[in-house]
């Protein structure tokens, strides 16, 4: 593995069996992001179209986190919490004190929307978080205000291939973020996440994302070509993307609440998020 990459290297799944490997290749590994859409996709997998109870899924979840803590104890894990947009500020502070007991190491997942930085705004004094469903620059500038107090590690997961797949430069979201943050405190951490490609992994390490959290099959194909860095003067150029400039009018330095927090797919991504989980349970 090339030492010469400064971005922690993170796998994002929900198979304990894909970390194990993911570690043996690249000789460590940073962390783990997991989702609903992935817990259930391992769950339904073995359940054979059998569904079971909300809590054995959770208690599924709860072992599964324990085994890959087991694997990285030192790694940072993610676990998210189950909303909807009718979930409140309070269920998903509740749900977020249960899940950090899970394991020593939890990193506890809130979406981008009001409610989930609500309670972010509380959490962020109590334990380790990650804010997902990252789509833009205004939502990134909220984050980091919402979160002024943490006393434990912030993350933000701009989902670049998301925006990718609706035709418009993901990429550009993680370096529009990056610069916003530049002359910050840093005590928010880019965590580029919803990586489809060795290009994604590449520009990331340019542009010194602190974090990249990888898909087992992108970061196997990366390791098949031997782990490479982007070279001097490696230039992202991504396929008939429509660019997100850098807006210069979104600044540091105001009212979490004052910041435009909508976005189509943040609210696309819950529901999904929601309706995976709600898939394998009866
Ligand atoms: C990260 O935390 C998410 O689990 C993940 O990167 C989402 O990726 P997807 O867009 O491929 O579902």
Redesign the pocket.
């Known amino acids: 593995m090339n030492n010469k990459i400064s971005s922690k290297i993170f796998i994002?799944g929900g198979v304990v069996g894909e970390t194990r490997q993911a570690k043996e290749m690249l000789g460590y590994l940073d962390g783990q992001?997991?989702?609903p859409?992935?817990i259930a996709k391992n769950l339904a997998a073995k359940l054979g179209g059998k569904k079971i109870s909300e809590e054995e899924a959770l208690s599924e979840y709860k072992r599964i986190v324990q085994e890959i803590s087991q694997i990285i104890p030192q790694g940072s894990i993610?676990i998210?919490v189950f909303a909807n947009i009718d979930t409140k500020a309070e269920e998903m502070l509740e749900q977020a004190r249960e899940r950090t007991r899970w394991i020593l190491n939890a990193s506890i997942?809130f979406p981008c929307t009001y409610e989930g930085l609500k309670a972010a705004e509380i959490a962020c004094r109590e334990i380790a978080i990650?804010l997902?469903l990252n789509f833009s620059q205004s939502q990134a500038a909220a984050v980091y205000e919402a979160t002024r107090d943490a006393k434990y590690p912030v993350f933000i997961?701009p989902?670049v291939?998301?925006l990718d797949?609706i035709g418009e430069n993901g990429m550009q979201v993680v370096a529009n973020i990056l610069k916003m943050y530049e002359d910050s405190d840093d005590h928010v951490e880019v965590?580029t996440?919803?990586?489809?490609s060795i290009e994604h992994i590449l520009y990331a390490i340019h542009l010194k994302s602190p974090i990249i959290?990888i898909?087992f099959k992108t970061l196997m194909e990366w390791g098949n070509g031997g782990f490479r860095s982007p070279e001097v003067g490696y230039q992202y150029k991504p396929n008939k993307l429509a660019p997100i400039p850098y807006d210069e009018f979104i600044t540091l330095g105001k009212d979490w609440q004052s910041y435009d927090l909508a976005h189509p797919l943040t609210y696309k991504?819950l529901q999904r998020f929601w309706d995976d989980w709600k898939s394998i349970v009866s």
Not at 193 to 196: G, K, L
């Open positions: 994002d992001t997991t989702n859409t992935l993610s998210q997942k990650n997902d997961s989902f291939g998301r797949d965590l996440a919803s990586v489809r959290t898909p991504g």
